[in-house]
């Protein structure tokens, strides 16, 4: 199992960027596909972005695509998720996941390895 731990969060004014990382270990990092999902007060997880093993391929939500970008950084195990132009909407617990795959998965349910978390709050 890929262990996985997020850090990044915090709280930002609207029109701000954040920077989250995804440091991964247990597993070769450069084997598996990588996402981000979060999950709002009250609401259910959601897709955020997917960057395929080879870092090749991207997919992203409408809601963050223009905002959000998904990189990695194979030789420091790392997945980062760069945040531009937050929202108050984009208010969320941030996770990271990853899934030994050639393929680009944007379902929750393709995703065996989960971080915990971290907070991101959007200010008005």
């Known amino acids: 199992q890929m262990q996985l731990v997020e850090s990044g969060g915090g709280l930002v004014q609207g029109g701000g960027s954040l920077r989250l990382s995804c440091v991964a270990s247990?597993?070769?990092?450069?084997?598996?596909?990588m996402g981000w999902f979060r999950q709002a007060p009250g609401k259910g997880r959601e897709f955020v972005a997917a960057l395929s093993w080879s870092g090749v391929s991207t997919s992203y939500a409408d809601s963050v695509k223009d905002r959000f970008t998904i990189s990695r950084d194979n030789a420091k195990n790392t997945v980062y998720l760069q945040m531009n132009s937050l929202k108050p909407e984009d208010t969320a617990v941030y996770y990271c996941?990853?899934?030994?795959?050639?393929?680009?998965?944007?379902?929750?349910?393709?995703?065996?390895?989960w971080g915990q978390g971290t907070q991101v709050t959007v200010s008005d």
């Open positions: 247990g597993r070769t990092f450069s084997n598996y596909s």
């Open positions: 996941a990853a899934e030994r795959t050639t393929l680009l998965h944007t379902a929750i349910t393709a995703y065996n390895d």
